[in-house]
């Protein structure tokens, strides 16, 4: 069975701190790597990744992929109130691809940041 | 461009009965996905449909079911309603099916009493 595990499952930080968020991964047919934000409402789509070792940047948003070791950071610098969110990471996979393909999320990283 | 919309936003319902959320995609967009989620499951794929055809489904009861349109909008249901479903169901949808970044609607928040 497909698993995206994320860790810490909360965090309380100060603004001005760097937070990290992981995520692991064990998902047939690996195709992509996704991070969401959800606040009170719908997920905001944040980065796709696909290949190891490329940084994807977002103003203090940051996140890398390793596919040898199957997981994933969310690095957010210079944190803001407006960060605290729930993160999600979503893995995009399936068993024979194509019509099997759907996505798998972790249970997500609450992010509290107090001023 | 408008974003994907759900209705209703907020839904109270009894053991037993059924219910029908709705869907309408970003334009251009044919595939929509569905979830449910929960604090203690987090979001879970329930199904995903493109050119009014299921093409993928999640690990869920026959109970939930759905339909999508010619003009992509979808609907799901869920019959004989269980305390148990109670979650915010989000739909979700990309330009093709099977496609990575999927983009969500605001959610319905089902309450089962």
């Known amino acids: 069975e497909d698993k995206v595990v994320q860790s810490p499952l909360s965090l309380v930080v100060h603004e001005g701190d760097t937070v990290t968020l992981n995520c692991s991964y064990e998902v047939t047919n690996f195709r992509s790597l996704l991070w969401y934000k959800q606040e009170k409402k719908a997920p905001t789509f944040l980065f796709m990744l696909t290949s190891s070792g490329i940084e994807k940047k977002s103003g203090r948003l940051s996140s890398i992929l390793d596919k040898k070791e199957l997981f994933s950071i969310l690095n957010i610098t210079a944190t803001q109130t407006g960060d605290s969110a729930i993160y999600l990471c979503?893995?995009?996979?399936?068993?024979?691809?194509?019509?099997?393909?759907?996505?798998?999320f972790g249970k997500g990283t609450l992010l509290t940041v107090n001023p | 461009k408008a974003g994907v919309t759900q209705t209703p936003r907020y839904l109270i319902k009894t053991r037993g009965q059924q219910v029908t959320l709705s869907c309408s995609p970003i334009?251009?967009?044919?595939?929509v996905s569905w979830y449910q989620q929960t604090p203690g499951q987090g979001l879970q794929f329930l199904f995903e449909y493109f050119s009014e055809t299921q093409r993928n489904k999640g690990n869920f009861p026959g109970r939930f079911s759905g339909r999508q349109f010619s003009n992509s909008r979808s609907e799901m249901n869920v019959s004989t309603l269980e305390l148990g479903d109670s979650a915010l169901y989000l739909c979700a949808s990309s330009r093709q099916v099977s496609t990575d970044t999927q983009y969500f609607g605001p959610g319905t928040r089902l309450t089962v009493l």
């Open positions: 979503a893995v995009g996979g399936g068993v024979g691809g194509g019509s099997n393909y759907k996505l798998t």
């Open positions: 334009s251009g967009h044919r595939s």
